[in-house]
Each structure stands twice: as structure tokens, then as C-alpha cells.
């Protein structure tokens, strides 16, 4: 089920009504009040993934249950990290059989020459790796003490696959999520509001921003060794707008979502496109996922605290991790080895610490060269193969004629839908001090927040680009 469609738009306001003022209702005098509310929190999360594919259920379940009774053993056992290992190995045997089995086997038998018999056709769950992820920080926390286990299975299956984050993140832990099913939530007008406000803006970014620039970019791509460099040029820079509006979108409606159940997300994306250096950029892109590498795996390594060339080596550890989380493709490796690349001068100059504060517009020329860079990047990222991106970039290096410019601002490039890329960036540049851009004390007067209210529905329901899912569903 995704968030952009007829589905969902259905689904949403009827689990709402039935969670606050029809269930809850019903069971106010009922002495497991809190466990009837989680169980019907895991019910309808089941339904939203279900409804992909029921099969999926089955692994989610196993997943869920796994890591919940690793979490009780760990408590229990003379031997605790036995069984942290154990349930560790299960979730990524789980996630390297259905999203790596083929990739690494075919990839072995192209170096030597063999031919591939032991391909397995499976489809790959939505969401596999973050709820993995998910799941995995809690038993590694348990671990740690960072959090006691709770012998709430009911509590612990709607922190794995609470529905608004289940398939795209953030990537939650439980010391911040779980403590959330634990206790009996009560109705929040005000927070139900702005969640409301925070769905409207993913809406905006997904369906405007990032749907009408994949025409676009879609378009390129499939006919790239025919276009001249300027396509291929404004074609890399609307990718690299179509993804953060699509994943950025998708963590605002996910956040303003729970906001709905009373249920705090924490933030994914804090306006990365104003970042001053690339460090800077990984601290406000896909935050949930950055943080838990940084977590679960660079500070284990040693961090930054052993000198500077194993801080580099923790560094490419990382982000050769994160390409391979994003996909069974070596484009993905090659674009975390070209981040970990612009790292390195970084650590040697000792400037890996993100800038305080806001960007100004003194620093406009630091966010521009950020910008080009990520967006080579995403190239990379974007390719189907090593050799594409290659050529996607060589010839984006003849920078060919005006002409595709001028085709850009015309009916045979963009649509005027995407003349909202122009106003998204003023309205995240005049708002990067607040949460997100329709935070109440943006637009003080209530008359004036109805009127954007209306227009920005009408801008979503004339240009949308029909109904596509979400890039990181694939992941």
C-alpha cells in the first residue's frame, strides 16, 4: 500500500477513527486497555504490509519474534553474547538469502568464468532492511543495557512493524520507539494537526517534486548515449532533486502519520541540499541510517579515536556498508567508496565536524560545490551498471549546445509543476530554522495557513504524475 494512493487515503483515516474514538472507546474500562491498543496497532500494520504481498507477513513475524526472544534470552543467559550472535546471524542470513544470494554468487561466477546454476528467484520484501536494521539495534542495545527487554511481545511486534515507518523508515530504535508502546498514548489535537501539516509537505515533495521530475529524468536516462551534455546535466540534477523529494517525502508522511497515534518519530532529513561539506551532508541525510552505521559499526571500530588512518579505514567500512544496504549492485558499492573518497581530506584537514548553525548566504558557494558533488554521486547511484554511469558521465562532460536548456523550460522538457522545485527550495531556505516548513510559527495567522492549505492540495491534485512508488521501497 503506498502513501500516495487511493488505498491509503482510505486506509489512514479509517485505522484513525477506529484507534481513537471507535476502539478506544469501546475498551476505555478494560483493564489491558494498553495491550488491546497495541495489538490493534500490530493488526493494521500487518494489513498495510500485507497487503503488498501476504507472504511477507510470515518473515516480518519470524524477524519480530526472533529478536523479541533473543532480547529475554539475552537477560537470562551466563552467555549472553551466544545468543546475541545467534539471533544477528538469523536476521542477516534472512536478508543476505532473499536481497544478496544472487548478487554475490553471480558476481563470483563472472570473475572466474563459470556459469550460474544456484540463482534463486525470490522476490525481495519491501522494507526488508530497515526493519532488519530495526530489529537488530534492539537486541544489540539489550546487549549493551542500553534498554531492559520487555516481555511485551504484543508492545515489541508494533515497535518492528509500526505501519507509517515500516518500509521506508526512519530506521527507529527501540530505547526511543518501544518505551512509546509501553504506555497507554492519549488524543493530542495539536500534534494530530501538525502531523497533518507534515503530511500535506511529504505529499507535496513526493507527488509534485519527485514524480514530475522522474518523467523527466526516466526520459534521459533511457536514451542517454543519444543526448547532449547539458540534458544530461539538468537530467542528474533533477535526480537528485526526484530523490530527496521521494525519501524525504515519504519520512515526512511517515512522521506526520504516527503523529496521529501519538507516537514521535525522529527526524530523517533536515534540509541536506544547504549542507556547507559533504560531512555535513551525511548528517542530514537519512539520518536514521547513518547514525545506526555510526552506532553499530564505526564506534565499535574505534571511531575517530585511534588516529587518523584507521578513522579513514572506520570511514570506508562504512560506506561501503551503506552502498551494499542500498543494493545488490555494484554501482551502489562504487557510489559509498566515491563518499568514503571525498571523506578523506576531510579527516586529514580535520574538518569532519558539521558546520553550527544555519547556512547564510555568504556560504552559498560552499552548498553549491557540496551539491555538485553529491549529485555526481548520485550518478553513480542511479545507473544501472559501472559502465553506464561512465558513460552517463562522459558525456555529460561535452557540454553540447543551449539548446536542451532552452527544451528544459519547454513543453518538450519540464511541465510547470516542476517550477515547484524553485519554490520548494525558497520555502525550505526561508524555513531550515524550523522542523519542517508548515511548523505553526512559520504562518502565525490561521486565516492564511487555511489559504496555503487549499492551494498546495489543488497544486498536489493538478500536477500529480499519477501513482508511483517510492525509490527506497527497493531497498
Known amino acids: 500500500m503506498l502513501f500516495n494512493s487511493l488505498e491509503f487515503a482510505i486506509f489512514l483515516p479509517l485505522v484513525f477513527l477506529l484507534y ?3 476502539f478506544d472507546y469501546a475498551m476505555k474500562r478494560c483493564p489491558r486497555q494498553l495491550f488491546w491498543q497495541n495489538l490493534f496497532v500490530v493488526i493494521a500494520s500487518y494489513i498495510f504490509y500485507g497487503w503488498w504481498d501476504w507472504r511477507f507477513l510470515i518473515l516480518i513475524a519470524f524477524t519480530s519474534f526472533c529478536s523479541w526472544g533473543s532480547g529475554l534470552l539475552l537477560n537470562k ?3 549472553p553474547k551466544l545468543w546475541l550472535t545467534l539471533n544477528i546471524v538469523i536476521n542477516l542470513l534472512i536478508l543476505g538469502t532473499f536481497k544478496y544470494f544472487n548478487f554475490f554468487v553471480g558476481s563470483f561466477c563472472d ?4 556459469t550460474n546454476t544456484i540463482a534463486i528467484n525470490v522476490i525481495l520484501p519491501v522494507g526488508i532492511s530497515f526493519y532488519t536494521f530495526q530489529a537488530l539495534s534492539y537486541s544489540i542495545d539489550v546487549y549493551r543495557k542500553k534498554i531492559a ?7 515489541f511486534f508494533a515497535y518492528v512493524s509500526f505501519f507509517p515507518q515500516l518500509v521506508a523508515g526512519p530506521i527507529e530504535r527501540a530505547t526511543n520507539l518501544l518505551p512509546q508502546f509501553e504506555k497507554k498514548r492519549v488524543f493530542d489535537y495539536a500534534e494530530a494537526v501538525d502531523g497533518m501539516r507534515r503530511i500535506l509537505w511529504g505529499l507535496f515533495k513526493k507527488i509534485v517534486v519527485a514524480d514530475n521530475c522522474a518523467t523527466y529524468v526516466d526520459q534521459v536516462w533511457n536514451n542517454y548515449t543519444n543526448e547532449c551534455g547539458s540534458t544530461l546535466a539538468l537530467a542528474a540534477i533533477l535526480f537528485a532533486f526526484q530523490i530527496y523529494g521521494d525519501f524525504s517525502g515519504y519520512s515526512d508522511i511517515a512522521i506526520g502519520s504516527a503523529k496521529l497515534f501519538g507516537i514521535r518519530l525522529r527526524d530523517n532529513f533536515i534540509t541536506p541540499y544547504f549542507s556547507r561539506n559533504v560531512a555535513e551532508f551525511w548528517k542530514r541525510w537519512h539520518i536514521s541510517l547513518n547514525t545506526w552505521f555510526v552506532d553499530y559499526v564505526y564506534i565499535p571500530l574505534g571511531g575517530s579515536r585511534e588516529g587518523r588512518w584507521k578513522t579513514i579505514r572506520n570511514t570506508f567500512v562504512i560506506f561501503l556498508l551503506s552502498g551494499l544496504w542500498h543494493g545488490a549492485n555494484w554501482t551502489y558499492v562504487i557510489w559509498g567508496l566515491y563518499h568514503a573518497l571525498l571523506f578523506v581530506p576531510l579527516i586529514l584537514l580535520g574538518r569532519t565536524k558539521a558546520y553550527t548553525g544555519v547556512a547564510t548566504w555568504k556560504q552559498i558557494p560552499q552548498i553549491l560545490l557540496t551539491f555538485a ?7 553513480i547511484f542511479r545507473a544501472p551498471s559501472i559502465g553506464d554511469a561512465w558513460g552517463y558521465i562522459c558525456g555529460m562532460m561535452q557540454l553540447g549546445t543551449i539548446h536542451s536548456i532552452h ?3 519547454t513543453q518538450e522538457g519540464l511541465t510547470p509543476a516542476n517550477w515547484t522545485i524553485l519554490a520548494m527550495i525558497a520555502i525550505e531556505w526561508y524555513n531550515r530554522v524550523q522542523k519542517h516548513c508548515f511548523d505553526v510559527r512559520v504562518i502565525k495567522h490561521g486565516w492564511l495557513r487555511i489559504i496555503v492549505y487549499y492551494v498546495l492540495i489543488l497544486i498536489i491534485w493538478r500536477y500529480s504524475a499519477g501513482e508511483q512508488t517510492f525509490i527506497y521501497f527497493q531497498f
Open 149 to 155: 527487554p520487555t516481555k511485551d511481545m504484543v508492545a
Open 20 to 22: 481513537w474514538f471507535i
Open 407 to 409: 527544451r528544459f523550460f
Open 111 to 114: 570473475l572466474f568464468g563459470l
Open 77 to 79: 543467559s551466563p552467555k
Open 373 to 379: 558533488l553529491v549529485t555526481l554521486g548520485w550518478i
